[in-house]
């Protein structure tokens, strides 16, 4: 399978705190995307972070990407009950998007 | 503006049977995605097209094609269905323009039961 990896699977917090997913991919990389899927809205983009970029804010989502070790993370702060959804990361990879699992998250009101 | 629509929303059809998925990008964009989600597979790039040319194409049997029309509409078309192409189906479109692949907008997606 060419997925990434993300880690964790499922995670559950209460609102208002803050939730960190990481991703993890396998070749070299000209930008990493990060989506939002629920049976709501469907697949959402969120923020996109190219590889000669190391961190990047957008509103309550911080994305750190680290080319040397092949990882990014997503961290949401403050948390609310409409995050709840399954996260993506997905990376450039010749032109092609890789896509991790997902992470599940699961906000706690 | 208007998002991305694609159609049929459902589908149900029988083994050895063939398909033909349609997706209308928004407005402007010139490349069009198709993914396949499954629970096993999660997603997997099938192709992208832009400006009516096959661009880039993923992992996946020729049984598998596609094609972008004029306007960017595309159609994705699955030939000799099998038990494992019951998926969800989903179409992105974005610019195209810039260097890797860009901000992808994604449609509601096709679900494709085969039986």
């Known amino acids: 399978s060419q997925q990434g990896e993300e880690d964790p699977q499922a995670l559950s917090i209460q609102e208002g705190e803050n939730a960190t997913m990481n991703c993890s991919y396998k070749t070299s990389i000209n930008n990493l995307q990060w989506y939002r899927q629920n049976s709501g809205r469907g697949l959402v983009h969120l923020i996109l972070?190219?590889?000669n970029e190391r961190e990047k804010h957008s509103g309550r989502l911080r994305v750190t990407l680290d080319t040397s070790k092949k990882s990014s993370s997503l961290l949401i702060t403050a948390s609310r009950a409409a995050d709840t959804a399954s996260y993506f990361c997905a990376s450039d990879s010749n032109y092609q998007l890789i896509w991790g699992a997902g992470t599940k998250l699961i906000i706690k009101p | 503006k208007a998002g991305v629509t694609q159609t049929p929303r459902y589908l149900i059809k029988t083994r050895g049977q063939q398909v033909t998925l349609s997706c209308s990008p928004i407005s402007g964009h010139r490349s069009v995605s198709w993914y396949q989600q499954t629970p096993g597979q999660g997603l997997q790039f099938l192709f992208e097209y832009f400006s009516e040319t096959q661009r880039n194409k993923g992992n996946f049997p020729g049984r598998f094609s596609g094609r972008q029309f004029s306007n960017s509409r595309s159609e994705m078309n699955v030939s000799t269905l099998e038990l494992g192409d019951s998926a969800l189906y989903l179409c992105?479109?974005?610019?195209?323009?810039?260097?890797?692949?860009?901000?992808?907008?994604f449609g509601p997606g096709t679900r494709l039961t085969v039986l």
């Open positions: 972070i190219r590889s």
């Open positions: 992105a479109s974005s610019w195209g323009i810039l260097a890797g692949v860009n901000e992808q907008f």
